[in-house]
C-alpha cells in the first residue's frame, strides 16, 4: 500500500504539471504562455498585464482579447497574472511581471491602498504603470477607466426619469471596492436634490459582500418586507446583483419596478428586453482594453503619460484623508442600454440577438422584431 | 480513564424518584436539553428581533421567506455534521455548489434545451439527477483521496475549494446563465415554488400522525423489552406539542398570500372576478423547506438508523476501536463524502432556482456558513459529536440573526461582526457546558 | 515444559511466528500453543513482542510468516472480522472502546443487530446488553449514556462482556487488570476461572508477575522478540520467571548468583 501511494502521487504530479504547462492558452498564466506567443515583427517590447481575479465574465471575453490586440498590433509582447483575488499575491505578481521583462505594467487593482508598494517599487525602476479600470491612489499612474461617478450618474438619470419620487432602494458593491463609492456618488449628484427636499427618501441601502447576487436577493427581500412592498424604484450597482434583486421583485409581483444595473451582461441585456430592467450601463470593455493596450504601447515606446493621445487630469479626493491626488488618465464615456437602443450591443456584436431576445414576445421590442 | 473508585460505583441512573433539577428529569427522559436551549435562544432571537423591526419579523411573509433563505445553507449542514462527526472537514462545499450548479444551469440553458426543445417537461429532473451525480461523484472522490491515499481532509478539500471554484468558472467561461427552466424554478420558492393550502395541510397532518405514530411505536417497543417508559403525561405532551408546532408552521405558511399583482394576474388567466376583499391565495410550505425537511428525515434516519451512521459515529469516537471491531473504516469515510457532494448538489439546484440565475461565484464562502450551522448545533470540531437537528437549527439561527440584521438596517460590515461574534460564543457556551456534563 | 498431551490437537497452535516493522523484528520464530480450559500467560519485558504476537491472533496485525492453526486447521488471519469469526475475542489493553457511543453499542459494535429491515435494532441491543452485564456486573446501570462517563472498572466490565457475549473459544486479554483496583481485579479473576471452568482458552498478556503466577495454568516468555521458552505453573519460582523476563536464560541454565542479582 506505501509504494501504491506513493506511485499515486508521483502520477497526480505529473498530471498536474501537464495541466499547468498546457494550462496557458488564452487566459492567464505568465512567462509559460508568453514565451509560446510570438510577435509580428520587434517583439522588443513587453507589456505585463496583473489581473486582480480572472473569475468573471468580462475579462477574458472583452477586456483582454481588446488589450492583447491593441498591445500586439503596436509590436509588443502580452505576459500576464492572476491574483486570485489576494492583495499579496498581486505585489508578486506585479514584481515578477517586471523580472520577467515587462517593460509597463497593467494593473488591476485587487485592493487600491494594498498595491501602493508593488506601484513605488515599480516607478522606481522606471517602469511605467497603469491603473485599469480601478483607480490606484500614486500620481505616477496612469489612470485609464470609465468614468464610474458617470455610470453611477448615468444609470440614476434613467431611473429618476421613471422615478421622481418615491421610496428608492440602493444596492450597493463590495464596501471596500472604491467603485461602490464612485457610483453612489453619481447616482447622488442625480437623486439627492430629491432626497433632501423629500420628494425620493431613500429607506434602504447597504454594501454587498463580494457584489454576491445571492446577498443582494436576501437583502432586497428583507426590505420589501420591512417596507411592505411600498418600494417605487431599485437602484443596484451591477447587473449581478441585479440578478438578484429581480429574483425577490419577481416573488412579490414587483417585476415592474424600475431597476438598474451595469456591466450589460447578457442576463441583464435579457431583462432588459423582457422589461424586468430598466438600464443597465454598458461599458464597452472592448474599447477600455484596448485604450489601455494602446497607452502601454506608447509608454513602453519612451512617451510620457502627458504626451499619450487622449488623456485629461483627473482630481481624486481620499474620503476619508481628504488628501488629493492628481491623475493623468483616459476616461471613457459609457452608454445607459434601455429597451429603445439595444440595438447598439448587437451592432457592436457584444450580444447576439438570439442572446437578447430569448423569451420575448416578437415586436415588443424594437430590436427583437 | 479514571481509576478504580473503591466502592464500585454510585448508582447511575437513580429511580425517578426526587427530581434534582429540570435538566436531570429532561435528561431521565431522553430529551435532549441542548436541543431545547437552542430552541429558546432561537425564539428569544425571534421576540427580539420582532420588537425591534416594529413587528415585522413575526409574520408569515417574513418566516416564509426565512425559511427558504435558510433551506440551501441547512441542506448541507445535515452533511457536515456527519463529516465532522467522523473527525474530517469538508471545505470545498461552496466551491462545489459552484460547479454544480453551473453545470446543471448550462444543462438546461443550453444542452438539454438543444437535445430535447426548450421547456420540455423532463428538463427540470434530468438536471436535477445529473447535479447529484456530479456532487456524488466529486465526493465520492475526495473522499477517496482521504480514505485510501491518507491525505489529511482538510487539504484536500482546501484544494478542492480552488479546483472546483476553477472549473465553476470554466463550465461557462464566467458568463451569468439565467433564467432558469420554469419547472425547475420553482425548486427554490419564489412565487410559484410551494404547495399550496391543501397540499400544505396534507403534509402537515401526515407529519402530525407521523409524530404520534412514532411515540406510540416508541412506547410500546420500550414496554415489550420491559424498559423504563417515559410518564404518560410527557409523552402526551410531547405529541400534542409536536403537532402543535407542526400544524402551526402550516398555518404560517397558509397565512402568507400571494402578493396581490400576482393575484391579480391568476385571477385574469382563470377569469375569476376580482372580489371586494381581495384575492388570497395562500402559498403554503416552499419547496425547498419541503425539500429540506425530506432532507432532515433521510439524514436523520442515516445518522441514527442505519449501520452506516453508527460507523460514523464509532469513527469519530474512537478510529481505532472501529478499526478492531471490524468496521470498513476507509469505505465508510468515502460514502460519508459522497453523502455530502448529495446533499451539494440538492442544495446548488435550490440556489439557482432560487436566485433564477447561475453565475460561476455561486456558493461562495458557504461552506463556512455550513460548518457555523454545524457546529453552533453542536457537533464538535474534534469528532464523535454531532446531531441532525442541531445543525439545522444552528443554520436557522445564523439565518435569522443576518436577515433580522438587515431588516433592522444594520450595515454589512457589522452583521459579519456580529455573526463572527455569535458563532464563537455558542461554540464556547457548548463547550463549557460539555465539560460541565463530564464532571456530574 | 510441554503442555499435557491428550491426544487432541491444540486449541491454538501459532507456528514460527514473525513480524518485523521497517527492518525490526518484532516477532521473531515464535511458537506456542494454547489448549482449551487453560490460561497461558504471556509475559516479557518491554519491545519483547508480546502484543504484537497476540495482535496476528486477534487480526490487528499481519504476520510476516508462521502459521496458525485452530482445533488443528489452518486459518489465515487477515483482519479482526476473521479472527471474530474463528471465536477469538481480544480485549485490548485500552480496551477499544468508542466513548461517544453507549454501552449496548459498543457492545455490538461491528456486529449490529438489525432488525428487517436492515435498520439498527437498538432495543434488542439494549436487551441482550442488560441480561449480560445483569450476568456480568450486577450493579452496572448506566445502558443509554455515551461510555465516556463510565468508570474504568464499568468500561472494562462492558468490554469483558463484548468479548464474552459472542461465544468466543478463544479470549486474548491484554493487561486485563493494569487499572483495577483490588475488588474489580478480583472480578476480573473470578471471571477468568469461571470462563476456564466453560472450557474456553484464554491467552493474558500481563506485566504483573503475582496476577500471571496465580492464573496462569503455563508461562510463556518473550524476549526482544523471541521465544525464551514456556513452563508450566509450579515448574518455576517466580525468580526464575523473572530470570527468563530479564536475562532470558531458563529455570535449569540460571545460576543462584544471576538470580541474587536479579534483586538488584
Known sequence: MKLLNRRFLALLAVIVMVIAACGGDDTTGSTAEG????????????????????????????????????????GCEYISSDAGSSEEQQITDVEKLISDGADVVI???QNTQAIKPAVEAATAEGIPVIAYDRLIEDANTFYVSFDNVLVGQLMAEVIFDLVPTGNYIIVKGNGSDANSDFLREGIESVIGDAVAAGDITICCEDYTDNWDPALAQTAVEQWLTQENNEVDAVVSENDGMATGAAAALAAQGLSDIPLSGQDADVAALNRVALGTQSVSVWKDARALGTAAGEAAVALAGGATMADVEGTAEFVYTNKESQVETVLTSIL??????????????VDANWITVEEVCAGVTAGSVAVCA | MSVVEAAPTQLETPDPGPRRSIGSFLRDNEIDTRMAGMILLLVVIWVAFHFLSGGTFLTPRNLWNLSVQTSSIAIMATGMVLVIVSRNIDLSVGSMVGVVGMVMAIL??????????????????????????????????????????????????????????????????????????????????GSRGSLGETGSWIVGGVACIGIVALLVLGRRRRRKFGFRLRPMWLDAALGVIGCLVVLGAVWVTNSYYLPENLARAIAEERGIAWPQGGLQIPLG?????????????????????????????????????????????????????????????????????????????????????????AVVGGASLAGGIGTIPGAILGALVMQSLQSGMVSLKVSAPVQDVVLGIVLVTAVAIDTSYRRRAAQR | MTAPSTGKPPLVEMRNMSVSFGGVHAVKDVTITLQEGEVLGVVGGNG???????????????????????????????????????????????????????????????????????????????????????RLNPKFQNFKTPVASLSGGQRQSVAIARAVHFNARILIMDEPTAALGPAETEQVRELIRQLQREGIGIIMISHDIHDVFDLSDRITVMLQGKLVGTVNRGEATMDEILAMIIIGKLPDEVTTKELEQLHG
Open chain 1, 35 to 74: 514565451g509560446g506567443t510570438t510577435v509580428a515583427g520587434g517583439g522588443d517590447c513587453t507589456v505585463g498585464m496583473s489581473w486582480n481575479n480572472y473569475n468573471e465574465e468580462r475579462w477574458a471575453k472583452h477586456d483582454e482579447p481588446a488589450m492583447k490586440a491593441a498591445i500586439e498590433a503596436g
Open chain 1, 107 to 109: 494593473i488591476l487593482a
Open chain 1, 332 to 345: 471613457l464615456v459609457p452608454i445607459p442600454i434601455t429597451q429603445d437602443n439595444l440595438n447598439l450591443v
Open chain 3, 48 to 134: 519483547a513482542g508480546k502484543s504484537t504476537l497476540i495482535k496476528t491472533l486477534s487480526g490487528a496485525q499481519k504476520a510476516d510468516s508462521g502459521e496458525i492453526f485452530i482445533d488443528g486447521e489452518a486459518v489465515q488471519i487477515h483482519s479482526p472480522r476473521d479472527a471474530k469469526n474463528l471465536g477469538i475475542e481480544t480485549i485490548y489493553q485500552t480496551l477499544a472502546l468508542a466513548d461517544n457511543i453507549d454501552a449496548p453499542g459498543n457492545m455490538f459494535l461491528g456486529r449490529e443487530l438489525t432488525s428487517r429491515w436492515n435498520t439498527l435494532d437498538d432495543s434488542s441491543m439494549e436487551a441482550a446488553t442488560r441480561e449480560i452485564m445483569g
Open chain 2, 285 to 373: 410550505i416552499p419547496y425547498p423547506v419541503l425539500i429540506l425537511v425530506g432532507v432532515t428525515l433521510v439524514m436523520g434516519f442515516v445518522a441514527n438508523r442505519l449501520r452506516f451512521g453508527r460507523y460514523i459515529f464509532s469513527i469519530g469516537g474512537n478510529p481505532e476501536a472501529a478499526v478492531l471491531a471490524g468496521i470498513k473504516t476507509k469505505r465508510t469515510i468515502v460514502k460519508t463524502f459522497m453523502t455530502m457532494g448529495i446533499l451539494v448538489g440538492i442544495s446548488a439546484a435550490v440556489s439557482i432556482a432560487r436566485l433564477n440565475a447561475a453565475v460561476s461565484g455561486l456558493g461562495t464562502l458557504n461552506e463556512l456558513y455550513v460548518i457555523a450551522a
Open chain 2, 108 to 189: 438546461q440553458f443550453e444542452w438539454l434545451p438543444s437535445l430535447i426543445g426548450l421547456g420540455n417537461q423532463w428538463i427540470w429532473i434530468i438536471t436535477l439527477v445529473a447535479g447529484l451525480a456530479l456532487g456524488a461523484l466529486i465526493g465520492a472522490f475526495q473522499g477517496s483521496i482521504i480514505a485510501y491515499v491518507g491525505v489529511p481532509s482538510f487539504v484536500v478539500t482546501l484544494g478542492g475549494l480552488l479546483v472546483w471554484r476553477g472549473f465553476a468558472w470554466l463550465t461557462a467561461s464566467g458568463r451569468t446563465l439565467a433564467p432558469m427552466d420554469a419547472n425547475f424554478q420553482l425548486l427554490g420558492g
